[in-house]
């Protein structure tokens, strides 16, 4: 099943809900945010989070060190002392990434534990979902073969990059505008993996970007040359951008949108990004509106509400409601397409 990172979010939440604690193994192409998913739903949901990369582990460090007890008749036994980042009670996630860049004797002892909910002397409490993550071969990651009865265990999903469910998140986590608004014009290069070179465009790549041009920092070392170039091009364009300032205050007569396409499109961006207030959202709206096609105000609604959502201000989408008969429509009816 192929899934975007909000369906993901959606599916992982049913599975909660319902209490199926069944094992599930989310396939992806690396960078794409699977692990921020899982722990956003585990944080949503109230869970603890145990995060394991068993790429990193070796067999002891999962079924724990053998230490020697007495017996009290002359004799002992070796018990096995589970390491301390495997939870002890309370319910939560454990969640077991790169599980298939770990070499098969790895994969082995974490079959126990996903098969089993034990490893050694260790057993996984009540209340807590046990999921795991890993890359594709043709993703060309150093993966090993997942065996087959390992495999028939796992409830299988694939995630995908999607622009629309990184756009929430982007805005949620207060990513720059300027990698936003370029993405917005250029959603394709979200994710572009490249093999042969070391750094390239993903969702957590852009991430990345966004706090090296926050600090003054080419962007290039974390998505790459050829994405940081359309990046540094595209934010040179917002120098010829009116005052979005002056408009999300009411004053913006006298200021027009520009024509090139690649500056709407950040300006557009820009405004639905930096209003903070329904009073703001309303003035950039009806500025719009003057100057704008359609296809620009409903743009301009979904990344506003995309934002809104993310920051959980729902207060301020409820106030846009009355105050135009158009912005009201496009508000419910992105609310609507988000929800369905």
């Known amino acids: 099943m192929s899934l975007t990172p909000a369906e993901l979010q959606t599916y992982l939440s049913a599975l909660i809900a319902g209490d199926l604690k069944l094992s599930t193994m ?82 082995g002892m974490a079959q126990q534990l996903i098969l089993d909910r034990r490893v050694g002397s260790y057993e996984l409490p009540e209340g807590w979902f046990v999921w795991a993550a890993g890359n594709r071969k043709e993703d060309r990651a150093s993966v090993f073969d997942m065996p087959a009865p390992l495999a028939n265990r796992f409830l299988h999903l694939t995630v995908r990059a999607d622009f629309d469910s990184w756009r929430g998140y982007a805005l949620g986590r207060g990513l720059h505008e300027h990698v936003i608004a370029f993405l917005t014009f250029r959603p394709e290069l979200l994710h572009r993996l490249d093999p042969t070179q070391p750094a390239w465009p993903s969702p957590r790549a852009w991430e990345m970007a966004s706090g090296l041009h926050r600090a003054g920092l080419d962007a290039s070392p974390a998505i790459g040359d050829a994405a940081g170039a359309e990046f540094g091009a595209f934010v040179r364009l917002y120098e010829q951008l009116p005052d979005l300032g002056l408009v999300l205050q009411g004053r913006g007569t006298g200021l027009r949108l520009p024509d090139e396409p690649s500056v709407r499109y950040a300006a557009v961006v820009g405004l639905a990004a930096r209003a903070a207030s329904a009073d703001e959202a309303y003035h950039a709206f009806t500025w719009l509106a003057d100057s704008a096609g359609p296809e620009w105000l409903q743009l301009y609604v979904a990344t506003l509400v995309s934002k809104f959502q993310a920051l959980g201000q729902l207060a301020e989408l409820a106030g846009l409601l009355g105050r135009d008969a158009r912005l009201g429509e496009l508000v419910q009816s992105t609310l609507a397409m988000t929800e369905g």
Do not use: C
């Not at 949503?44 to 060190?65: E, N, W, Y």
């Open 26 to 107: 989310i396939w992806g192409p690396p960078g794409v945010g699977k692990s921020s998913v899982v722990a956003q739903v585990a944080a949503r949901h109230g869970l603890d989070f145990v995060d394991v990369r068993l790429s990193q582990l070796a067999p002891t460090d999962l079924r724990g060190l053998p230490v020697p007890e007495a017996d009290g008749q002359g004799g002992g036994v070796s018990k096995w002392y589970p390491p301390e980042f495997l939870p002890r009670g309370g319910q939560g996630v454990l969640f077991l990434d790169e599980v298939n860049m770990a070499p098969p004797t790895m994969q």
